[in-house]
């Protein structure tokens, strides 16, 4: 294969104070390339970190061509992080993982594997769970099962953001600028073909999560009212059973009021117990709606997605 037609891998990293797993990661990749057909860059993206991580991918991307250091101008959150490391990319495919090594960067191999074979999205599926809480397995398993059910798209059980797509697929990306992103979503929404590789993913090898049970959580609501609308059809269909419902309730105390007068002043903890209910669900409702009508809001502003502070290393962002 000659050097004009060697093709090239972009990897994007994410990362927010992992100066401890930065250079073991580093290491493992460098070896995991020696064995691929195919060049590589490294695309680290600095999402407001604090603990000299930013410094050691400097000093790196100062040493090997290959690293590239992008830095945002604070913490805009992981989704964003990986459009960012995916706008700048150059390589004809491009891989996303995580820095705490819960991705192993062994598996690289078999999504590049996969991708050779004719996959454009290929997804790491998840055999095992190391290192993670009972609560977020459980709560994830239950995300995946109600997403499933809401969306219209199906993106596959136990993925997450470590996966390989192709240039084609990170050009229709880059057309999707909504500022609430679920990139896992994303690329299962754009179609083409998908692949999957199972692996085990590993414990987080140092420091704390990035994402704890709140950031999930929120990351689930993102998605939902992404991808679905079917939430505020709920809220009308709730409202036509309570119509139903309290119109039944009126005939009967209409009936019990004629059979039973000398009981009729009574009743008012029901009443208020009814009154309270109702106003509940006209808050819930209240709530949801404004939710939807927030991202609206949000969404028309058509603010930039993200700002960069410094680039360290040679970018060749590729023309799509």
Not at 2 to 22: A, D, G, H, M
Request: glycine content about 8%.
């Amino acid at each position: 294969m000659s050097s004009e037609q060697k093709k090239t891998i972009s990897i994007v990293v994410p990362f927010l104070n992992e100066r401890e797993n930065l250079p073991l990661l580093y290491e493992r990749l460098v070896r995991v390339f020696e064995q691929q057909p195919e060049d590589w860059e490294l695309i680290l993206v600095d999402d407001g970190s604090t603990d000299g991580s930013a410094r050691w991918g400097a000093d790196t991307a100062g040493a090997d061509p290959r690293v590239k250091l992008l830095r945002l101008s604070r913490n805009f959150g992981h989704q964003i992080a990986i459009t960012a490391g995916m706008d700048v990319s150059s390589g004809d495919a491009v891989v996303i993982m995580d820095a705490d090594l819960q991705d192993p960067p062994e598996v690289v191999a078999e999504l590049l594997a996969a991708w050779r074979e004719g996959g454009d999205v290929v997804y790491a599926v998840r055999k095992h769970r190391e290192g993670e809480t009972w609560l977020k397995k459980t709560l994830a398993a239950g995300f995946y099962r109600v997403f499933h059910n809401l969306a219209k798209i199906q993106v596959p059980m136990n993925t997450g953001d470590f996966r390989l797509v192709d240039r084609k697929v990170v050009a229709a990306l880059r057309e999707v600028r909504e500022l609430h992103r679920f990139m896992r979503g994303l690329t299962c929404w754009v179609g083409f073909r998908q692949k999957a590789v199972l692996y085990d993913r590993a414990a987080r090898n140092a420091g704390v999560t990035k994402y704890p049970v709140w950031k999930s959580l929120n990351l689930a609501w993102d998605a939902l009212t992404s991808f679905s609308g079917r939430p505020l059809r709920w809220i009308t269909g709730m409202g036509v059973l309570v119509s139903v419902l309290g119109l039944l309730m009126a005939v009967v105390l209409v009936v019990d009021r004629y059979l039973h007068p000398d009981r009729f002043e009574k009743g008012w903890a029901s009443l208020a117990a009814i009154i309270l209910v109702l106003g509940g669900l006209q808050l819930i409702s209240i709530g949801l709606v404004g939710q939807y009508v927030s991202r609206i809001f949000e969404e028309s502003k058509k603010r930039p997605l993200y700002f960069v502070q410094e680039r360290i290393g040679r970018f060749n962002t590729h023309n799509d």
